[in-house]
């Protein structure tokens, strides 16, 4: 089965906490198949708006859609299950696995012989495990990390397992990946490889991706369209370009920065 790649529409999205709006009616459209990156100064919503997308957060009103399938409201799990991966901003790989291993926990989605036939070695079984396996070595490949398959994650450097992170994101084969932010506290050389991989995403796969990044100059060369949140509200949005030079995204950085 194939279908369409579908656009991720955020629309009039609010959230408020106790006496606080952190999200203000902010709406904004993933095209299928780009990067766009969400910026903005400290606690202007860029992590509210990443716990309403992957179901964390409940929206207080507005919606969330990825093409026609609402995902407003739903648990973290069922918009998973309907294509939205998301990784975290700090690292969650399990303490004792190795690379394949975390890799291989992003297709249990996708696993359909259940633990009894795998427990028991159905032949059926043996096969699937056999094709997730060959796929988790493609994705390990695809982010650089074939030649680690079976080295303890943990023990790998900062921003290899963030790639391995990413890499179990992808296993689960979304439609729509949110990274939040992919890059921070690398090296400059794991900066580059990342980024690398973030635009492999796009143009091999086909992933949309959805970025909060404070690395400006990472999200101008990789993102396709930018959303600048600041208090909650969306104060601008285009391509990285047109936002750079707008006055009230000048505004608020320097107003951050007072
Ligand atoms: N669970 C929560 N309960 C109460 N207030 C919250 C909660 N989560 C976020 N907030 C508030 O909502 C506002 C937006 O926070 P958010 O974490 O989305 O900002 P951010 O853009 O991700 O900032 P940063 O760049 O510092 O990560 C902040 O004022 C924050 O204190
Ligand atoms: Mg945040």
New binding site residues.
């Given amino acids: 089965m194939t279908t369409a790649p579908a656009s991720l529409s955020v629309r009039d999205v609010t959230?408020r906490?106790?006496g606080?709006t952190?999200?203000d009616a902010v709406s904004f459209t993933v095209e299928p198949g780009s990067v766009h990156a969400v910026i903005?100064?400290?606690?202007?919503?860029?992590?509210?708006?990443?716990?309403v997308l992957s179901g964390v957060?409940r929206a207080t009103s507005g919606s969330v859609h990825l093409g026609s399938t609402e995902l407003t409201g739903l648990s973290p799990h069922r918009i998973a299950d309907l294509g939205v991966a998301r990784t975290f901003q700090n690292l969650a790989l399990p303490p004792h696995a190795t690379v394949a291993e975390s890799l291989m926990l992003g297709r249990h989605r996708l696993t359909r012989a259940g633990f009894v036939a795998s427990g028991l070695r159905l032949p059926s079984a043996t096969r699937e495990a056999q094709r997730h396996l060959e796929r988790v070595r493609e994705i390990a490949e695809f982010i650089g990390l074939d030649k680690e398959l079976d080295f303890p994650a943990a023990a790998l450097p900062y921003g290899k397992q963030k790639l391995v992170e990413l890499g179990r994101a992808l296993c689960m084969e979304p439609e729509v990946l949110l990274l939040d932010e992919p890059i921070a506290g690398m090296t400059a050389d794991e900066r580059r490889r990342t980024a690398a991989v973030v635009a492999g995403v796009r143009d091999s796969l086909g992933i949309s991706i959805v970025m909060?990044e404070?690395d400006m100059g990472v999200v101008m060369r990789l993102a396709d369209a930018v959303t600048v949140?600041d208090f909650?509200r969306r104060i601008a949005g285009g391509t990285p370009a047109e936002v750079q030079n707008d006055p009230a995204v000048v505004q608020a950085y320097l107003g951050a920065q007072e």
């Fill in positions: 959230v906490f106790a606080l952190a999200l903005g100064p400290n606690g202007a919503g860029k992590s509210t708006t990443f716990n957060y909060v404070h949140l909650g």
